[in-house]
């Protein structure tokens, strides 16, 4: 696994003061339940680490049509861009890479 992260030059991406509060808005807006906060988290790293994507079989709390759309509504007032959340199955058969 560690040659891997070499080889495709892997970032490891590390929560931040900025990535807590968007958590946290996340949290206080209902998103995701306070009992859930690492699934916030996961999604306001990669939001505030500009990431494309998350790709996650999270389907209680991440990969559902609420979470996508007020996350990135959040997001977006924060001037963040807005991040596509997508299942493994999304990716090969919509092609939305």
Same mark, same amino acid.
């Given at each position: 696994m560690l040659g891997l992260i070499d080889k495709f030059?892997?970032?490891v991406l590390d929560e931040s /003061? =900025? @990535? !807590?509060k968007l958590a946290m808005?996340? $949290?206080e807006n209902k998103i995701i339940p306070e009992k859930y906060l690492i &699934?916030?988290?996961? $999604? @306001?790293?990669a939001t505030v680490n500009s990431m &494309?994507? !998350? $790709?996650?079989?999270?389907?209680q709390y991440i990969v559902k049509d609420k979470t996508r759309i007020f996350t990135n509504l959040i997001n977006e007032s924060l001037s963040y861009y807005p991040i596509k $959340?997508?299942?493994? =199955? /999304? !990716?090969? =058969?919509n092609d939305n890479i």
């Open positions: 030059n892997i970032k /003061e =900025k @990535s !807590i808005l996340y $949290i &699934d916030a988290i996961h $999604i @306001s790293i &494309d994507m !998350i $790709i996650s079989t999270n389907f $959340i997508l299942s493994p =199955k /999304e !990716i090969f =058969k």
